[in-house]
């Protein structure tokens, strides 16, 4: 939010676990920043896996900088 208020566009990446917690979290704080969600789990992945999840998802985490709508 303060980076967004200061014209640096900004989102958040996370886990697909989370978005509805992200949901409540952006209707409490009346806020609702870009975002990217992942497949769920991330902790037991392998880093064969994590790359391979960074590559599927490189585009999307880029647009949440690039793009201003």
Do not use: C
């Not at 989102?11 to 990217?36: C, D, K, M, W, Y």
């Not at 789990?41 to 490189?58: F, G, K, N, S």
């Amino acid at each position: 939010m303060d980076l967004e208020s200061r014209g640096i566009p900004s989102g958040f990446v996370a886990s697909s676990e989370f978005i509805q917690a992200a949901e409540a979290q952006g209707n409490s704080l009346g806020i609702h920043p870009r975002s990217v969600f992942v497949p769920h789990p991330i902790q037991d992945r392998t880093d064969d896996e994590m790359v391979q999840l960074a590559r599927d998802a490189i585009d999307n985490v880029l647009q949440l900088v690039v793009n201003k709508s």
